[in-house]
């Protein structure tokens, strides 16, 4: 758990809404957010999922809200907006974290497969922007989408969430552009693996995750409570010149591959080359 450098009440006084917040990296972050004085509102698949990590949030003495829906259906991403601000009353901070993924080799995959994700992570981000909008612009709020880092390489499997992360930071980049003169920010987090997670279930299963740190910078999985810390970072008068940004939160590990050579042939070859 990350100690916060920030005090307890910097926002104090802000909504935030979170698509896909009851569990996993998304919860992380309304915590957080929770931990800072934000109201929180959610929104989910899974009513009992969203009724528990309300219930926990409350005892950090904000006030919370959730309503059932799934992202794909604009009606369900309208009203949940709608019984949001008349609940807590506006929308300041609006959190697209609601995803969907599963490995899969693009020439098994379906049309419906490819669809359902993009629908999911792209459309889903869309619909809840395009509906936010009248909301944020009220309270010259803030967008985080919540994106990945695997389209900024070929990630093998990952056809289908690359192409939608893809398209969600073009919308981030797009609609910073758009609505900044509305006084809306636009930012994404692009998270790396985050332990204890539905996605690191899928993405890393069996002990494949203990492999994979080992080729992370910092040696190992990131927490949620760090995603949740960035986020708290971009809600804060702290990044009130930043939009149109997507900040990675991996450990580095995007930006480096495995060693061609192991280190101890490196060395070898040096003591010869170096008598
Ligand atoms: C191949 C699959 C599949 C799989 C589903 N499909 N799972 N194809 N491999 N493992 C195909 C189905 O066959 C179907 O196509 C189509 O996808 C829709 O599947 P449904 O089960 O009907 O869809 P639905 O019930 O809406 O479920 C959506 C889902 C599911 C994405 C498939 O896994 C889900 O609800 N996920 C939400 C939770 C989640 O994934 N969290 C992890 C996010 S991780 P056909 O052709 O048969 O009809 C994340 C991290 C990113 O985003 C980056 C981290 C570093």
Redesign the pocket.
């Known amino acids: 758990m990350t100690i916060s450098p920030f005090r307890s009440d910097i926002l104090k006084g802000k909504v935030a809404f979170i698509t896909?917040g009851g569990s996993?990296?998304n919860f992380g972050v309304a915590k957080a957010l929770a931990s800072h004085g934000a109201d929180i509102a959610m929104m989910g698949?899974r009513e009992d999922v969203l009724e528990k990590a309300c219930t926990e949030l409350s005892k950090l003495g904000v006030k919370t809200f959730f309503k059932g829906g799934?992202v794909?259906n604009p009606e369900a991403c309208l009203a949940a907006l709608d019984a949001t601000a008349h609940a807590l009353g506006k929308i300041d901070i609006l959190v697209n974290g609601?995803?969907?993924?599963?490995?899969?080799p693009p020439e098994?995959?379906?049309?419906?497969?490819?669809?359902?994700?993009v629908?999911?992570?792209l459309n889903g981000t869309f619909n809840m922007c395009r509906y936010g909008y009248k909301y944020l612009r009220d309270t010259h709020g803030l967008i985080i989408n919540?994106?990945?880092?695997?389209h900024y390489v070929g990630t093998p499997f990952?056809a289908h969430?690359s192409a939608a992360?893809a398209g969600v930071d073009a919308l981030t980049v797009n609609l910073a552009t758009e609505w900044g003169p509305e006084g809306i920010r636009v930012c994404g987090i692009?998270?790396?693996?985050?332990g204890d997670?539905?996605?690191?279930?899928?993405?890393a299963p069996g002990d494949t995750g203990e492999k994979m740190k080992k080729d992370i910078p910092l040696r190992r999985f990131g927490e949620t409570s760090e995603i949740g810390m960035a986020a708290v970072f971009l809600a804060s008068s702290a990044a009130s010149y930043i939009t149109g940004h997507t900040l990675v939160v991996?450990g580095g590990q995007w930006l480096t591959k495995p060693p061609m050579v192991p280190r101890s042939m490196v060395e070898q070859m040096m003591a010869k080359s170096l008598g």
């Open positions: 896909g996993g990296i698949r799934d794909r609601a995803a969907g993924n599963f490995l899969c098994v995959l379906s049309p419906n497969g490819f669809k359902t994700v629908d999911i992570d919540i994106s990945a880092t695997l990952q969430v992360k692009a998270p790396g693996p985050i997670t539905e996605g690191m279930k899928r993405l991996d």
